[in-house]
């Protein structure tokens, strides 16, 4: 490969592209956003998985990183990242055991719903003289994992202040379902709801006598939302840095603030459709997070009125009278549905700027699966 910076046109395809300045741009935005509201910012580092891309975030004033899985936090905190929170369960003894050697090493929490997770994690911390860090996963109309009933909240938080080995830190939820909102007003109702219902739980245990510190939501369709609640004190969000086509139909992003695409070239020619070098193996089957169906095919051409149409594991099917517009051989430029699966499916992505390659990108955390 050349030396750095060198053109794009050098570029074997498919390649993962990422716009170094749009990127920056989408960084220092939300940051903003967060900054007016006076919450943390805490990027969800399962849209890039790459240690070069979350110190990026942390050096413009990210309070610590949120992931979705333990592998991801053990690749995050070799990369130095101190402050980690897992936005999901651990649960087994395996996993416990790895969470608590990190937990020597850095500031790291996790999500809870249950009291035998509860049980588990004090068990096992307890063995080693240490406390484990929770917080109480709501569900905020997702329905995936999580509690709705102040019951069963209230029950796991006693059952958490009363554990010696086991420190409350506070409440999280991701309202996911945001991703199937129908229009910008269906997302604000969303993100204002997400951030009513966790400061309400909250309020309600601090009446018990429980402290209850930290409140974390936010998804990049809600972030504008959520972070004007009252009493958040921190944003969690991930998308946000590149934007995808998922964001752009939700009305999130402009497709001018798209800072991952995929670069393809095209392979065939036939009057009715071209086919580019990229299939399921790049771009995946994913056709929106969540249930959007807002979108078709699985990603837009940039520069043609077009999207991709079908995919294999290494073809892209772009249905439509193109052949008088493109040629076997001709490189094209395509934004996905879903920016975090495309990175999780490389080895690699390129730092683009102005027309140059300025930078390979390793994606450390890829395909990292437990």
């Known amino acids: 490969m050349s030396t750095l910076p060198f053109p794009i046109e050098r570029l074997d395809t498919p390649a993962i592209l990422i716009d170094s300045e749009l990127l920056d741009r989408n960084i220092r935005e939300m940051r903003s956003l967060a900054d007016r509201h006076g919450i943390g910012l805490r990027p969800h580092v399962k849209s890039h998985k790459s240690i070069v891309l979350a110190n990026r975030q942390i050096a413009a004033g990210a309070i ?14 070799e990369g130095g990242i101190a402050d980690i929170q897992i936005a999901n369960q651990v649960v087994g003894r395996i996993k416990v055991e790895r969470m608590i050697s990190l937990a020597k090493k850095i500031s790291i929490s996790c999500a809870v719903d249950s009291i035998d997770n509860l049980r588990e994690l ?5 063995a080693h003289g240490m406390v484990a860090n929770v917080l109480i996963e709501i569900d905020t109309g997702l329905h995936r994992s999580g509690l ?3 019951e069963n909240i209230f029950e796991l938080a006693k059952a958490a202040s009363a554990s010696p080995h086991v420190a409350l830190l506070g409440l999280m939820t991701h309202a996911g379902h945001a991703y199937a909102a129908q229009d910008p007003a269906a997302r604000q109702r969303i993100g204002i709801d997400e951030g009513n219902q ?7 245990l601090r009446h018990e006598g429980i402290p209850v510190h930290v409140l974390s939501a936010g ?37 001018e603030r798209c800072a991952l695409s995929v670069l393809t070239t095209v392979i065939s ?11 399921s193996k790049v771009f995946s089957s994913d056709a929106g997070a969540h249930g959007s169906s807002l979108l078709s095919g699985y990603g837009k051409v940039v520069g043609l009125s077009a999207t991709v149409t079908r995919l294999s594991e290494e073809h892209g099917v772009i249905m439509g009278e193109f052949a008088h517009l493109t040629k076997v051989g001709d490189r094209l430029r395509v934004i996905p549905n879903h920016a975090c699966p495309v990175m999780n499916l490389a080895e690699s992505a390129w730092l683009v700027e102005s027309g140059s390659v300025i930078g390979k990108l390793e994606i450390d955390a890829r395909a990292k699966t437990a």
């Open 269 to 279: 020619v036939h009057p009715d459709r071209i086919v580019i070098d990229a299939g």
């Open 122 to 126: 004090s068990e096992l911390f307890g």
């Open 219 to 255: 998804s990049t369709p809600t972030a504008e939302f959520v972070a004007a609640t009252p009493g958040l004190t921190e944003l969690r969000v991930g998308n946000y840095l590149f934007n995808d086509a998922i964001q752009v139909a939700l009305g999130v992003a402009e497709w």
């Open 198 to 204: 966790l400061v309400a739980f909250a309020e309600r």
């Open 64 to 77: 610590g990183i949120a992931v979705a899985k333990l592998g991801e936090a053990e690749i995050m905190a």
């Open 148 to 150: 709705g009933r102040w």
